[in-house]
Every structure is written in C-alpha cells, then in structure tokens.
C-alpha cells in the first residue's frame, strides 16, 4: 500500500507515500497481474494518494467496493430527494450505497431478506427498508413513493430479483444489474418493457476505462473516507496465522463488513 520504487518520468508521488492502485481486469488479465501479490508495477495515473488522516483499516477497504457504489449512483445520475430501490441491502456494497446516496441527498429503500437487519439498516440512513421475503415489495415501495415508484433500481442478484426491482422503478427508469450472485439469468416481466423500463448489466471495468470518470473518482473517494462520509465495515480482523478461519468467515452469509488479515 506504499510506493517502493519511482519510475523514470514519474511526478505525482514519492518513494514511501502511502497509496491505493486502481486495479480493475485489465491488470488481471491484460497485464498478467495477480490478486495475491506483494508487489505490483502499475501507472502513475492508476494511483490514488491517502491523506494520512484515512486510517490503514479504511484504506485496505479502498478498493472494488466503493467504486462500485461511487459509480453506480454517478451513472444513474437520480436527483435530490429522488428514491433508490436497491437489493442486497444488509451487504457492504448495499451499506456503502445507504451512506453515498445519504450524502449526495438521494433516498433509498433497501430491500433485506432477515428481518434482524431492518433496525440496523434504518439507524445507517436508509429510509426505508423492506423485507422481501415477508412483504409486497411494489405495494410497499408504492405507498413510499406515493405511486410514483423509485426512481431506479440497483440489483446485485439478478433472477427473479430484477423482475421484483424493475417492477417497482417508474415508466422509463433505469435498473443496473451489477452482479449474479443467484447465478440465475436476469429475469423481466414483459409488462416493465412495456413501460420502457431499462434493464442493463453495469460494469465497473467499462466505467473505469473512462479517463474523465477515473480522474473523477481518484479526486472524490479519499476526500469521502477522510470525511467519513464512507466508513470502513469490518466483521472481524485476523491474525494472518489463522488464515483458513478468515477465508472461512468471508464466505460466510449475513456478514456485516469485510473480514481483514492482518500481517
């Protein structure tokens, strides 16, 4: 998480400083790069600087997640006051958009399926939540919206999840599907194609291929960290000896946060 070497030409940073690479599937697999590695060489625009008030803790929590959330919620663009319908609410993805959209004054509903998260989501900021597993999700989120609908819907299931999202977005508004974790296909009812509703597949390596959105997001995250608008969700912390108990505990369900190894 520091710089080791300088190449030649390099300007932005110095041997030492603490920072974050911006590594997306290019370096995977264009690059041959490795998840787990000590070492990386990676461009200078592909860094972002930490200020020294972002904790290492939050730092290691820097990566994938929040430009996801970032970019998600700048791609859909919803207004002030507007309602976003997103799935996997409990997730750290879903807790880190509750704190995004709070901040940038959109409203969300966060649809859960353990009724134990309700309160917990609700003291996060979320403005509302609905279990799907006991309610009508289009009947509770049109009482919410008073018949308006959301705004648009975010949904990292896909499945019958995205037609329970769709259903419940207004006439001509957008639903991300940005992950498949039912490993099902996308599902939508002919009726909210009807209505112009749009269903896509939103990718964070696309948007990161943007050099106007990446320059955007390495200048606004580590200002939204060091403001604590964004909070690092840690489960647990583990020695790096136990390793096998982390692994463990990240594939677990119902986690709240990321469970970190520590060196």
Known sequence: MSYRKVGEGVTGFQVGERVVPVIYWDYFVGKGQGAWQDFIEIAETDLIS???????????????SPWTVFGLLKDLAIPRGEFLLQTAGGSVIGRLVIQLAK????KTISLIRREELRQELLDLGSDEV???SKEDVLARVLDITQGRRAFAGIDMIAGMSTKVVASAVRDYGNVYVYGMISSQDVVVAAHDLMRKVNVTFWNLTRYLKSKERKQDL????PGLFENKVLTPLVANKVQFSH?????????????????LLLH
């Open 50 to 64: 930490l200020p020294e008030s972002v904790t290492d803790e939050a730092a290691s929590l820097f990566i994938i």
């Open 103 to 106: 901040h940038w004054g959109v």
């Open 130 to 132: 609905i279990n799907s």
């Open 218 to 221: 390495l200048a606004t995250l």
């Open 243 to 259: 390793y096998k108990k982390a692994l463990l505990e990240s594939m677990a369900s119902g986690r709240s946060g990321k469970v």
